[in-house]
């Protein structure tokens, strides 16, 4: 069975972002990445799985080791997705901060 993962449920899960920020700098084998976890390796395993389903993550294979990485286009992707959210958000606070700070300045 083939299933289709979303992208944004695979990042809601902070075992999922924290092996992304591991493999963000440098490619690494699944034993590497389960070695910063305090989890069993099937578990790192799993996570790896649903990340490469997604496409956040590529595999390469080096002679009998397999090395994981982040897929830049797909992360890109995402941000470009979430950008026009940040930039509202960004607008709402910046708001809030002149309000804020005229209220100030008025006592």
Known sequence: MNLRRDVFQALADPTRRAILLLVATQSMTAGAI???????????????????????????????????????????????????????????FNKLETIMKNYQSKK
């Open 34 to 92: 389960a070695s910063n976890f305090d989890t069993a390796r099937p578990t790192v395993s799993k996570h790896l799985q649903i990340l490469t389903e997604c496409e956040l993550l590529k595999q390469t294979q080096s002679g009998r080791e397999v090395y994981y990485h982040i897929n830049a286009k797909k992360m890109k992707e995402v941000a470009d997705f979430i950008e026009p959210f940040r930039q509202m958000w960004d607008e709402r």
